[in-house]
């Protein structure tokens, strides 16, 4: 997929530099070409507010996929207006903050479907957030969303001069029950802040693990090093990875750099499915905990 291919499906692109700049915004031409406007921003530190001394580390956070989503797995509906912006509450302070406050620099990114309600979305982000991609969702898909958010995470990192030391990639209806800053920030440091890991959610409880390594697709934790070769991965898929994301890209970085953020914990993508610790849907609810054995059968795999 090109950067032009992606643009198809863009209605407005903001970029916001982290000193005083322009922010860019692109408007889709009957030819297929983002037209350019420019207006002049204010400036901002990492915090939000002028601090005397640089970050320890810097992290890109990717906010993918569909906002304001009402109905279970397969809806596409608008709604959910309390339970989206509980959601995003929930990243903000389950994720963003926690790393603030531990020294780190967040760069927020987001792709989404463009709603009257995307506005109220955008400003949980003020000051942090970086691109706002705003989608049609006619004719789009999973890897067009994600490509989006990707590649304008990269261009802005490129055009900026900037490098992360880790980039994660969440849903923006992914509600957070954890701190999961913390748990990130932990894992960080954990090894002198050499981190080198791809990481996942949790394993995929065997009654819908229909391939060896099928995994949650629903977040992604990676080092900074390892996200060309996930940008590369999208840029030659016809289709997002989905639950094969672990098997894709493991044959490039190696199984030794694959990890979990829950290891010792079994659960499902949809949480509808399988409760699990981490994470819920806005406007969905939550199933049941599942056996927690590694070869535990609770009823024969499904197609879904």
């Not at 406007?37 to 992290?59: H, K, N, Y």
């Not at 791809?198 to 060896?212: D, E, G, Q, T």
């Amino acid at each position: 997929m090109s950067w032009s291919t992606a643009c198809w499906h863009v209605i407005a692109s903001v970029w916001l530099p982290l000193a005083s700049g322009s922010s860019h915004v692109g408007i889709q031409g009957d030819n297929g070409t983002c037209f350019i406007q420019t207006q002049t921003l204010t400036s901002r530190t990492f915090t939000g507010i002028e601090d005397e001394e640089a970050p320890i580390s810097r992290v890109a956070v990717l906010l993918r996929g569909e906002s304001f989503r009402h109905g279970g797995q397969g809806s596409r509906a608008v709604g959910g207006h309390a339970e989206q912006l509980n959601a995003t509450q929930s990243q903000l302070q389950k994720l963003v903050l926690p790393l603030e406050h531990a020294g780190m620099a967040v760069d927020v990114f987001s792709a989404t479907y463009n709603t009257s309600m995307v506005g109220e979305l955008i400003d949980k982000w003020r000051g942090r957030l970086r691109v706002d991609e705003r989608l049609l969702k006619e004719g789009s898909t999973q890897l067009s969303n994600a490509w989006s958010v990707v590649s304008a995470s990269s261009a802005y990192s490129q055009k900026h001069g900037l490098s992360y030391d880790m980039v994660i990639m969440l849903r923006h209806d992914m509600h957070l029950k954890q701190d999961l800053g913390k748990m990130i920030h932990d894992l960080f440091t954990g090894n002198g802040r050499r981190f080198d890991k791809f990481l996942v959610p949790f394993k995929m409880i065997k009654n819908f693990r229909w391939y060896p390594d099928r995994v949650p697709d629903t977040l992604q934790v990676m080092s900074g090093k390892f996200f060309p070769a996930f940008q590369d991965m999208l840029d030659h898929s016809k289709e997002w990875p989905a639950e094969n994301i672990w098997s894709t890209l493991s044959r490039v970085i190696g199984k030794e750099h694959m990890g979990f953020v829950e290891p010792s914990f079994f659960g499902d993508s949809d949480p509808g499915k399988a409760w699990n610790p981490l994470y819920k849907f806005a406007g969905r609810g939550e199933g049941k905990l599942m056996p927690q054995e590694l070869l535990a059968y609770s009823s024969q795999p499904k197609p879904e």
